[in-house]
């Protein structure tokens, strides 16, 4: 080899136009079905589909994936119910594909697309009353623990 061929090979990776890093699955957009926007217009959380796959994204971060989008569906339904109680306004707006999906499974189980909706979104509701009832009982089994915590201190030390 040459003293020069360093300096050639160099010379020729300059002049070489740039490549772009190709990525192996290549970045495909991300169709919006399903959003949940607050009053002011912005988007709270959304359900899209990117390729094959149904994507949740909450607060602008992607939160999970799945094959089937009604559930997720049902749970953005009760994260704007519970908005709603709170006093914010919020709206829920989803395709006709979404829509479709929905008359489907409803029709299998022979109700009306609101009802199935309407049941899914209950089984949401009852996780979040099961989980307040648990927060209540191991605050109220904490508070006797915390007073025999005490009393044991108070045996331990030695009387003068």
């Known amino acids: 080899m040459s003293k020069l061929s360093k300096a050639k090979r160099d010379k020729r990776k300059k002049q ?6 190709s990525r192996l699955n290549g970045q495909q957009p991300v169709q919006n079905h399903a959003v949940l926007m607050n009053e002011e217009g912005q988007v709270v959380a959304a359900i899209g589909m990117q390729g094959s796959e149904w994507l949740l994204a909450i607060g602008g971060q992607t939160m999970g994936n ?19 109680k709170e006093g914010r306004k919020v709206t829920l707006e989803y395709s006709a594909q979404l ?6 499974l409803a029709a299998d189980e022979g109700k009306t697309a609101d009802d199935y909706l309407a049941t899914l979104v209950s089984e949401f509701e009852g996780v979040d009353d099961e989980a307040t009832e648990e927060a209540d009982v191991i605050e ?4 006797p623990a915390a007073e025999v915590a005490a009393d044991a201190d108070a045996e331990d030390k030695p009387k003068a």
């Open 140 to 143: 109220a089994d904490a508070a």
């Open 66 to 84: 799945a094959d089937n989008p009604v559930p997720m569906l049902a749970m953005l339904k009760h994260l704007s119910n519970v908005q709603e």
């Open 99 to 104: 829509q479709q999906m929905i008359d489907d």
């Open 16 to 21: 070489a136009p740039r490549r772009p890093f």
